[in-house]
């Protein structure tokens, strides 16, 4: 039988040494420039969020080198301001969501013209990865996502149909007291999330701590915030 991860629990451990470097820019949304020992690299960004908080010339990043490649390293995790690492690499996210499932989950599941993360029994199941805290508060996405504002219609759409859903939020920092859809910068989806989880649909949320040895280690849950619905 498969355990669900207990707080203290590494649920995945990043391969290869890790080098510290600083960010210099972003030329676009998949690289970013590092300087190591004063020479210029140029690393690959695997996140699909605009992560202003945290890629900004100077900040501390730690990276893997790669090969074979047109870039020279991957991003593992950036510092946050608050001395924080967080994880900036989403490729990982679904092995991490799916140690909190229970044995036999589909991964990648079409539903008409979408594709869901998972499906285990007859509930649906969507993955988010979080990286943007501010002031304790978990905040998803730190830009626009049509695509993730869809995500949770189609959920809401197979509640009604007579499925069960499921969000699962990973929270890539340890920093978060509680979670909120961001308003402020995706009304669209914020809304489409309040809309899901008043018409039976779950959301779970995890936060992580990571570690320089490339231990990503669960951290515990944390709930939604009092204010999380608010328009």
Not at 43 to 63: I, Q, S, W
Not at 190 to 198: E, K, N, T, Y
Request: glycine share 10%.
């Amino acid at each position: 039988m498969l355990m669900a991860p207990r707080p203290g629990d590494v649920v995945y451990k990043f391969e290869g040494p890790l080098k510290l470097v600083e960010i210099v820019d972003r030329p676009n949304r998949f690289l970013v420039r590092v300087t190591e020992s004063g020479t210029i690299k140029l690393c690959h960004l695997h996140d699909p969020g605009r992560l202003p908080e945290l890629v900004r010339p100077g900040a501390e990043t730690l990276v893997r080198p790669t090969r074979g490649a047109k870039t020279d390293c991957s991003v593992t995790a950036i510092r946050a301001p608050n001395g924080h690492w967080v994880v900036a690499d989403s490729r990982i996210h679904s092995a991490i969501a799916r140690k909190f499932l229970g044995e036999g989950a589909e991964q990648e599941v079409k539903v008409g013209g979408h594709r869901l993360d998972f499906k285990l029994g007859d509930t649906y199941i969507e993955v988010k990865g979080c990286t943007l805290v501010i002031d304790g508060v978990a905040l998803f996405p730190d830009a626009p996502t049509r695509r993730g504002a869809e995500h949770m219609s189609l959920l809401k759409s197979l509640i009604e149909a007579g499925y069960r859903a499921k969000v699962i939020v990973l929270v890539m920092r340890p920093d978060a007291l509680c979670f909120s859809p961001n308003w402020r910068t995706d009304p669209r989806f914020a809304g489409a999330f309040v809309d899901l989880i008043d018409a039976g649909g779950e959301a779970a949320v995890y936060k992580f701590e990571f570690a320089e040895d490339g231990s990503v280690v669960y951290a515990g849950d944390i709930g939604l915030c009092p204010n999380w619905r608010k328009r």
